[in-house]
């Protein structure tokens, strides 16, 4: 099995900076892809971003610019640098992990979640 464990979210102002983090363990033989997703209340949980083990990335629209997906492969974790974050920002993220656990083979792992408020 495999845990995700997320930090760094909370109150922002607009145009301000955050940094979330993600943190995975377990029996882990390799992670793929990693992602933040997040759901706005009454909403759906959309993509944020994502990036795999070489590096590649993929944004929403709506964050591209502003938003930088790393990770650090050592250390089985993925960052989300909110820059510039608005209101419409405002939803809990949650990180996804996708690959391969010793013993259980393939995972698709989520974090309990995130609280990220952006005022006005």
């Known amino acids: 099995q495999v845990q995700l464990v997320e930090s760094g979210g909370g109150l922002v102002q607009a145009g301000g900076s955050l940094r979330l983090s993600c943190a995975a363990s377990?029996?882990?033989?390799?992670?793929?892809?990693m992602g933040w997703y997040r759901q706005a209340p009454g909403k759906q949980r959309e993509l944020v971003a994502v990036i795999t083990s070489v590096g590649s990335t993929n944004y929403a629209d709506s964050v591209k610019g502003r938003f930088t997906i790393s990770r650090d492969n050592a250390k089985n974790m993925v960052f989300l640098q909110m820059n510039s974050p608005k209101p419409e920002d405002t939803a809990v993220y949650y990180c996804n992990a996708q690959g391969q656990a010793y013993y259980t083979g393939g995972f698709s792992s989520w974090g309990q979640g995130t609280q990220v408020t952006v005022s006005s």
């Open positions: 377990g029996r882990i033989r390799s992670i793929n892809a």
